[in-house]
């Protein structure tokens, strides 16, 4: 059984960064995809970033030169870093091993 746990999330000002990171277990990480999808109050999960396990990146147009992804495969790890933070970022953030692991989430609000 895979697991997936995200840490990171808080509470930040507009303009300010946060970087978060998930942790898999198991060693299929290194095999496949991986994504980070958020989720606001009132709306439908929505995909932000992917990275396969050759390091091919996409974006959701919303926050294309805002945030980065990036994994470490040796630590089963896939992070997101996000910079210029708005109030519309808030969300809870969710790793997804494609297609079918996902971590509980961790919260980010953007907020002064």
């Known amino acids: 059984q895979v697991q997936l746990v995200e840490s990171g999330g808080g509470l930040v000002q507009p303009g300010g960064s946060l970087r978060l990171s998930c942790t898999a277990s198991g060693s299929i990480f290194r095999f496949r995809t991986m994504a980070w999808y958020r989720q606001a109050p009132g709306n439908e999960r929505e995909l932000v970033a992917t990275i396969t396990l050759g390091g091919s990146t996409t974006y959701a147009d919303s926050v294309k030169g805002r945030f980065t992804i990036s994994r470490d495969n040796a630590k089963n790890t896939v992070y997101l870093q996000m910079n210029s933070l708005k109030p519309e970022d808030t969300a809870v953030y969710y790793c997804?091993?494609?297609?079918?692991?996902w971590g509980k989430g961790t919260l980010v609000t953007v907020s002064s």
């Open positions: 997804k091993l494609v297609p079918d692991y």
